[in-house]
């Protein structure tokens, strides 16, 4: 393709967005461990189907241009085609938008169609050659890839400064390529003027007063609205035409230097030219939904922080635990006797009171409310000679879980664990499921003796005073 056809600051700008467009993309991937590759594949069937229900529209309402259908039209299409080295002509047709005057290029399912909105071709019906132009604009997104990459770049498209860059580039690219569709340089200044003027008042502009109108966009408000959008204004492109035309360099002014500063803060939403107000206004939008859903999911991430570390607590008690029952055979009367502080206390913990052989872990009031209960409760049991913990709690089913989590400790909490709370409760005098207190020590012996087998059912205090028991019978007949 001729360099001429193209803005000279399109490439550069191009790459830069590519760039960062990989990067993002690969962050968005990698970042969330694959995770997000669901909803991308979400997004992008979201998109075909909106966009089918567009393209529907098109094929179901609007008028396809064809050899027998706007014959002239056709071979303006086609000629244009040619000239721009486009070997596959784009399926082109005439709309009616209700008033508006403009025309677009889209892509679906590998397929390109040209769009003309019908006031456009009406308006042009004394210089039907002007069409060219549109016809070649919007082929020149085409050729120059900017219809496909369009959902790749998207990540650089909501960059301040870059988006909105690349995309006026791209508006000045395709001028250019309208403007060599064009056997006379004026049908394309008719055809911009257009847009600015209306279909009736066009014919009566003076084009080179309309183009030297650019030369007050060098203002703050101007140069900032054009920042933040993304198309240049009517006059700076008109300007441009002009002066390619000619052969000459384009004359514009500088843009205002705060305006640069304060659209750096003001990222561009596809807002055409409605400038820096109308992405200021869906900045805030956006802002807006982000936060309704990103506030709720943060208050929960610090919440389940604030859990883990009630997590870390239960682990550190039951090791301590753990040891004091094997060594001694008791369960503890306090917390202190096992080496942990007493009164046990964190910034998540209120404090650990002892209940019939169980810890009972209260929460700090401010955390209680967030996780939907008040305490986790610890006891032991036995699993074939060894002591494990069983762990249930009023808090919601998802904190409940994260707060009753094994970290790698010999523990083996589980939350809610019917069987083993059935296990730990009762034991028959053949039952394996074994004592909560003191069977560390006694068991071996005290299961096989004649009073473990006249237990039958019994309660988790009754094992732990018939163990006692039997161990000073058995020290009284030693002495």
């Known amino acids: 393709m001729s360099a001429s056809l193209v803005y000279p600051k399109e490439p550069t700008l191009a790459k830069i ?3 960062f467009s ?7 991937v990698i970042g969330t461990v694959g995770m997000a590759l669901p909803f991308l594949l979400m997004g992008f069937l979201g998109y075909l189907f909106v966009q089918s229900a567009f393209i529907s529209q098109l094929k179901g309402s609007a008028v396809r241009v064809g050899p027998d259908q706007l014959p002239e039209l056709n071979a303006q299409l086609n000629e244009c085609c040619d000239r721009l080295g486009l070997s596959t002509v784009p399926e082109t047709y005439v709309m009616n938008a209700g008033g508006l005057m403009n025309a677009l290029a889209c892509r679906f399912l590998r397929r390109y169609y040209v769009v003309l909105f019908s006031d456009i071709v009406d308006a042009l019906s004394d210089r039907p050659d002007a069409l060219d132009f549109y016809l070649g604009h919007e082929i020149g ?14 990540p650089a498209r909501i960059l301040p400064l870059l988006g909105t860059a690349y995309s006026r580039a791209r508006e000045y690219t395709c001028d250019l390529h309208g403007l060599a569709c064009c056997d006379d340089p004026k049908d394309a200044a008719y055809a911009l003027v257009v847009l600015a003027a209306g279909e009736r008042s066009w014919s009566q502009i003076n084009l080179n007063r309309y183009a030297a109108q650019s030369q007050e966009s ?4 101007m140069s900032y609205h054009e920042l933040t959008a993304e198309y240049p204004w009517l006059t700076k492109r008109m300007n441009h035409l002009m002066a390619v035309a000619a052969g000459t360099r384009p004359s514009v002014p500088s843009r205002h230097p705060f305006a640069w500063f304060l659209a750096f803060f003001t990222p561009p939403v596809a807002t055409g030219n409605a400038g ?17 859903i990103a506030v709720p999911n943060f ?8 859990v883990s570390g009630v997590a870390k607590a239960r682990t550190e008690i039951e090791a301590a635990t753990t040891g004091y029952i094997a060594n001694t055979g008791y369960f503890p009367d306090t917390l202190a006797i096992t080496g942990l502080p007493d009164p046990y206390v964190t910034a998540q913990i209120a404090g650990v009171s002892i209940e019939d052989s169980a810890l009972r872990i209260s929460l700090t009031p401010e955390l209680a409310k967030g996780v939907g209960g008040d305490s ?15 762990c249930e709690g009023n808090l919601d ?12 400790s010999s523990s083996d909490s589980s939350s809610n664990s019917t069987d083993a709370e059935s296990e730990a409760a009762t034991a028959g005098a053949a039952g394996g499921g074994g004592l909560q207190v003191g069977e560390a020590t006694c068991s071996s012996e005290f299961r096989q003796s004649a009073e473990y087998a006249q237990l039958g059912q019994a309660t988790q205090s009754q094992l732990r005073d018939a163990c006692n028991i039997w161990k000073l019978e058995q020290l009284d007949g030693q002495l």
């Not at 820096?276 to 309704?292: D, P």
Request: proline share 2%.
């Open 218 to 221: 060098g203002g703050f408000w």
């Open 22 to 28: 990989v990067i993002a993309w690969a962050g968005l």
């Open 397 to 408: 089913p998802m904190f409940l879980e994260q707060a009753c989590k094994t970290s790698g």
């Open 141 to 154: 997104h085409i050729q120059r890839g900017h219809v496909r990459r369009m959902g790749f770049l998207a």
């Open 376 to 390: 986790v409760t610890i006891t032991p049991y036995l699993d074939q000679g060894e002591i494990m913990w069983n």
């Open 276 to 292: 820096g107000m109308g992405s200021l206004m869906a900045m805030v939008a956006i802002v807006g939904i982000l936060a309704a």
């Open 17 to 19: 967005a590519t760039v």
């Open 299 to 306: 208050l929960r991430f610090q919440l389940k922080s604030k």
